[in-house]
């Protein structure tokens, strides 16, 4: 069964820090990973989308790694605002033909000032 | 600008009622989605549409049902509510190919009582 699963379930840090997300699958054949981020009361944003190809791709302050050997993801956030605080939510596609989504259950983070 | 709405926000019902949620999309996207959000849980799909008059089950479809008589609209109906369809219900719509984003609406809150 595709699975993902995120760590840790919930992170709380000073504002201006630095944080990292993990995110782990079982998905196959594997397609894509998305990470999203959802502020509470509203539908999840797409960060970032990586490919098989890809090691690591950034957007602003997030980075993401991925690596399709171990199955491994992770989100880097730097120099944490206080808007960042929101559950960020690691996606990932299958490659066979449904094309289905998994979801992770997502990694709470709170940045405090 | 375009946009995904998703009405009502909130709703309380009665167990047995009959339910519509509605999703409206202005981006003229052939694909739409409905998931529910639920704690311990990552968002799980219900049903989804590729295009007009195609609707497909997903992968916790039972009591629910939707239909597709637009490229704008994909309403939701719980035939019959259930306590245990309490939950928060995002609308999501994509342009085409597996690789293109998501776009998610803000969610509905429904407590069935």
């Known amino acids: 069964k595709n699975q993902v699963e995120q760590s840790p379930q919930s992170l709380i840090i000073l504002e201006g820090k630095n944080c990292t997300l993990q995110c782990n699958y079982t998905v196959s054949p594997f397609s894509n990973l998305r990470w999203y981020k959802q502020d509470t009361g509203r539908g999840p944003v797409s960060l970032t989308i990586m490919t098989f190809s890809e090691n690591t791709k950034s957007n602003g302050r997030y980075t993401a790694t991925l690596d399709a050997d171990t199955k491994q993801s992770s989100l880097h956030i730097t120099a944490s605002q206080l808007s960042d605080s929101a559950s960020y939510i690691c996606v990932v596609r299958s490659g066979n033909a449904g094309n289905m989504l998994t979801f992770g259950g997502g990694t709470r983070l709170m940045v405090k000032p | 600008d375009a946009e995904i709405t998703q009405s009502p926000r909130h709703k309380i019902t009665e167990t047995g009622r009959q339910v519509t949620l509605a999703c409206h999309q202005t981006w003229n996207h052939n694909n739409m989605f409905w998931y529910r959000q639920d704690l311990g849980h990552g968002l799980r799909l219900i049903h989804y549409s590729y295009g007009v008059h195609d609707t497909n089950k997903g992968e916790v479809s039972d009591g629910y049902s939707v239909s597709r008589s637009n490229t704008e609209d994909l309403p939701l109906t719980l035939e019959s509510a259930a306590s245990s369809q309490t939950s928060v219900y995002f609308c999501?719509?994509?342009?085409?190919?597996?690789?293109?984003?998501?776009?998610f609406g803000p969610g509905t809150r429904l407590t069935v009582l």
């Open positions: 999501a719509s994509r342009k085409g190919p597996q690789g293109d984003t998501q776009y």
